[in-house]
């Protein structure tokens, strides 16, 4: 059974960055969709980001298009979430999930596409 762990979290000034990482414990090929997302104190879980782990094509949500970059490395079971100037609306707990999955079309954006999840990772944005 695959499992995810994030990891990375932490408190950050507003314009500043962080880095958040979701390793995965048994990628048994490079078939796998993984999706960045995050829940907002009250607020619904939204998605973030996607790729396709093997042609690391990916997709942004508008509210961090240009700021975030999802990334990985192959050898190290590792998808990364690159956080640049953050904002305080970014505050929320982040989570990896990932599906298998082909990379036939876009990555999926909605939660209920994936079937693996990790716990999460707190990322507070306050001065």
């Known amino acids: 059974q695959l499992q995810l762990v994030e990891s990375g979290g932490g408190v950050v000034q507003p314009g500043g960055s962080l880095r958040l990482s979701c390793v995965g414990s048994?990628?048994?090929?490079?078939?796998?969709?993984i999706g960045w997302f995050r829940r907002a104190p009250g607020k619904e879980r939204e998605g973030v980001s996607c790729m396709h782990y093997s042609s690391a094509a990916s997709r942004y949500a508008d509210s961090v298009q240009g700021r975030f970059t999802i990334s990985r490395d192959r050898a190290k079971n590792t998808v990364y979430l690159q956080m640049n100037s953050v904002k305080p609306e970014d505050t929320a707990v982040y989570y990896c999930?990932?599906?298998?999955?082909?990379?036939?079309?876009?990555?999926?954006?909605?939660?209920?596409?994936?079937?693996?999840w990790g716990q999460g990772t707190q990322v507070t944005v306050s001065s």
């Open positions: 048994a990628f048994t090929s490079d078939d796998y969709a």
């Open positions: 999930a990932a599906e298998p999955r082909r990379p036939w079309g876009p990555c999926p954006t909605g939660q209920f596409s994936y079937s693996y």
